[in-house]
C-alpha cells in the first residue's frame, strides 16, 4: 500500500471519528493548536498528520491511536459498527458530560447489570 494511501485512511477515519464524537473541524483545531483548514487536510490525506499530532487528536477525540488504523490491510477490521445511531451518539455524549470517573463507572456497572438482567429471560 502507497503512503499516500494510508495518509487517506488516517484521514478519513480522522473525519469518522471526529464527527462520532460529535467534535466540529473548528473545535479539534484548537486542541491540535493548527487551523480549522489544516484539519480539513488531514482529513481529505493532502497533509499526513504527524506521528504527535496523530497522538493529540486520538486524545482530544477519546479513542487509541489504533483507530486510526483499523481497517487497513493486515489490521483487524473495527470491532465497533461503522455507523452508530443518533440515539447511541446521544449517549456517548451524555457519557462525555460526566466528570466524574466514579460516577462514570457506577453507572457503567449499572448499565451493564441492566443488559443483562433483559437478555436473561425470568425463573420460572
Known amino acids: ?3 499516500a494511501e494510508i495518509d487517506a485512511h488516517i484521514g478519513m477515519r480522522l473525519r469518522l471519528l471526529r464527527k462520532g464524537c460529535g467534535v466540529t ?3 479539534l483545531s484548537q486542541r491540535l493548536g493548527v487551523t480549522f483548514q489544516q484539519v480539513q487536510k488531514y482529513e481529505t490525506g493532502r497533509n499526513r498528520l504527524s506521528t504527535s499530532k496523530l497522538y493529540y487528536a486520538a486524545q482530544a477525540l477519546g479513542v487509541s491511536v489504533q483507530a486510526f488504523y483499523d ?5 483487524p477490521a473495527p470491532v465497533a459498527p461503522a455507523a452508530i445511531t443518533r440515539r447511541e451518539l446521544r449517549l456517548l455524549r451524555a457519557w462525555r ?3 466524574d470517573a466514579h460516577t462514570q463507572r457506577k453507572l457503567l456497572e449499572l448499565t451493564e447489570e441492566w443488559a443483562r438482567l433483559i437478555k436473561t429471560p425470568p425463573a420460572g
Open 71 to 75: 481497517g487497513l490491510p493486515d489490521t
Open 25 to 27: 473541524q473548528a473545535q
Open 97 to 99: 458530560g460526566i466528570a
Open 1 to 3: 500500500m502507497r503512503e
